[in-house]
């Protein structure tokens, strides 16, 4: 058993419980599982990862408007439950570089449990729940549908990025983007076949919105 995680888990289901633009406790659920699943063929450290996972959205931008108290929180719940600073220090290496956001102008270069991590955050952005949960950031933030007028934006920094565009547009600025730049054999045979789902849905999408299907 991971030490502390049953208190980890509560520490985050109270920060993210009740978030509302998908990144919510149930997503940090998702995205723990797929952890578990890609460490299966991966030699790694299972707590970094497992630990990580779960507090990667708790001192985000997009879901406080504090992130630095968010931080400190972090910190003290992992010291609370028995780990070191050297432990906690990678924990904030990985959650801190692990972002799309964070890697729009400089690639970050991830310990392999950083890897497992943005794998499983990566997939569940995409698929099924991805479609799902773009559309619920976009309605969130009063981002319109689509519109073929707007070009889908290039060569972004963070600020332009998190500006709101359309939601189909996010679909070409990242989400058609993360099948290869997934680390792992695991996360990249995972991604075929979520890709392959978004693709179909978009075309399907745009089919209808032009009233040629």
Do not use: C
Request: net charge negative.
């Amino acid at each position: 058993m991971i030490n502390g995680l049953r208190q980890i888990r509560g520490f985050v289901q109270k920060e993210l419980g009740y978030e509302t633009t998908g990144h919510d406790y149930t997503h940090i659920e998702r995205v723990v599982s797929l952890a578990k699943l890609i460490l299966k063929g991966e030699d790694a450290d299972e707590a970094l990862v497992i630990i990580a996972a779960y507090l990667h959205d708790v001192s985000d931008d997009k879901v406080t408007t504090n992130p630095a108290a968010k931080r400190k929180a972090i910190a003290n719940e992992l010291i609370g439950v028995g780990y070191d600073d050297d432990f906690v220090k990678k924990v904030f290496e990985i959650i801190d570089n692990m972002s799309y956001s964070a890697n729009l102008k400089t690639h970050h270069q991830l310990s392999i449990e950083g890897q497992i991590v943005q794998d499983a955050d990566r997939l569940d952005a995409i698929g099924a729940i991805g479609i799902a949960r773009t559309f619920y950031f976009g309605g969130h933030f009063g981002e319109i549908m689509y519109n073929p007028r707007i070009m889908p934006r290039t060569g972004m920094d963070k600020a332009e990025y998190r500006k709101r565009g359309t939601v189909i547009n996010h679909f070409y600025e990242k989400l058609f983007k993360l099948k290869d730049q997934m680390n792992t054999p695991t996360a990249k045979k995972i991604a075929e076949h979520r890709q392959q789902i978004m693709q179909d849905f978009v075309g399907e999408f745009v089919d209808e919105w032009n009233g040629t299907k």
